[in-house]
C-alpha cells in the first residue's frame, strides 16, 4: 500500500520562508506531486518531481529524495494569498494519484 | 480555454435517495477522474475514466458508480446515500493515457450534503 504523511498546520509571517515536508512510502515510485487548494477552491497544481534534487519555480520550490522517501515545498517572501492547503501526492498505480490530507498554511501579518 | 466544469455546485439529499453528478472536461481531455474530499479523510481516489472505459477504481462501495460518454463527459452516480457520502466530488481531467505523470486539472466540485 501506500502511506503519506504531513503536518496538519502551519503557521507563517508574511515575508518569511517556509519548508512544508511530505514522507510518502510507496512500492513503485513514479513522481511526487505538489498541489495548492485556497479554502472552497478546487486543487491546482504546482509541482511535480521524478528525480532526486530541488526544482525551483518562482517563489516556491520542491524538493525531493527517493532514497528517504521525502520531498518538501518550500515557500519563499511569503504573501498573504500562500494561505492554503497544500496536499503531497503520489501515483498510486496506474491513473490515480494517493493525497496526504494535506497542510493548512496560515500567512499572518 | 474553459476549465473542468462540475454540476451541480451545491446539493442537499436524504438518507436512501440517490445522486447523479456532472462533470465536462477540458476540451481535448480525454482522461477524467473523480474524487472524494472530506475533513477527516483528505482527498481519495473514486474512479478513473478513459475513452468510456474504467481504468481504476478506488476502495469504494459498489454504491457509486460512474462512466464517461463519447464527448468524454463523464457522470457519477451514488445510490441508496448514507450520512457520511456527505463530501465535496472533485472531478479532474487529464491528457494522460498512459501511467499518471501528468498534472491533474480539477474542477470546483460538487458539495454534497446528506441528510
Known amino acids: 500500500g501506500q502511506n503519506i504523511d504531513q503536518p496538519t498546520e502551519m503557521t507563517a509571517t508574511e515575508g518569511a520562508i517556509v519548508q512544508i515536508n511530505c514522507t510518502y512510502q510507496t512500492s513503485g515510485f513514479n513522481g511526487l506531486f505538489w498541489y495548492q487548494q485556497h479554502a472552497g477552491e478546487a486543487p491546482t497544481f504546482l509541482s511535480y518531481n521524478v528525480l532526486d534534487g530541488l526544482e525551483e519555480k518562482g517563489r516556491f520550490s520542491s524538493f525531493l529524495s527517493r532514497s528517504k522517501g521525502y520531498s518538501y515545498l518550500l515557500l519563499k517572501e511569503l504573501q498573504m494569498k500562500d494561505s492554503a492547503s497544500y496536499l503531497c501526492a503520489i501515483p498510486g498505480g496506474s491513473y490515480q494519484l494517493t493525497f496526504g490530507k494535506g497542510t493548512k498554511l496560515s500567512v499572518i501579518p | ?115
Open chain 2, 1 to 115: 480555454k474553459a476549465g473542468v466544469t462540475q454540476t451541480p455546485r451545491y446539493l442537499i439529499k436524504t438518507r436512501g435517495q440517490q445522486v447523479t453528478l456532472s462533470c465536462s472536461p477540458i476540451s481535448g481531455h480525454r482522461s477524467v477522474s473523480w474524487y472524494q474530499q472530506t475533513p477527516g479523510q483528505g482527498l481519495q481516489f473514486l474512479f478513473e475514466y478513459f475513452s468510456e472505459t474504467q481504468r481504476n477504481k478506488g476502495n469504494f462501495p459498489g454504491r457509486f458508480s460512474g462512466r464517461q460518454f463519447s464527448n468524454s463527459r463523464s457522470e457519477m452516480n451514488v445510490s441508496t446515500l448514507e450520512l457520511g457520502d456527505s463530501a465535496l466530488y472533485l472531478c479532474a481531467s487529464s491528457l494522460e493515457y498512459r501511467a499518471l505523470t501528468g498534472e491533474l486539472f480539477f474542477g470546483e466540485g460538487s458539495r454534497l450534503t446528506v441528510l
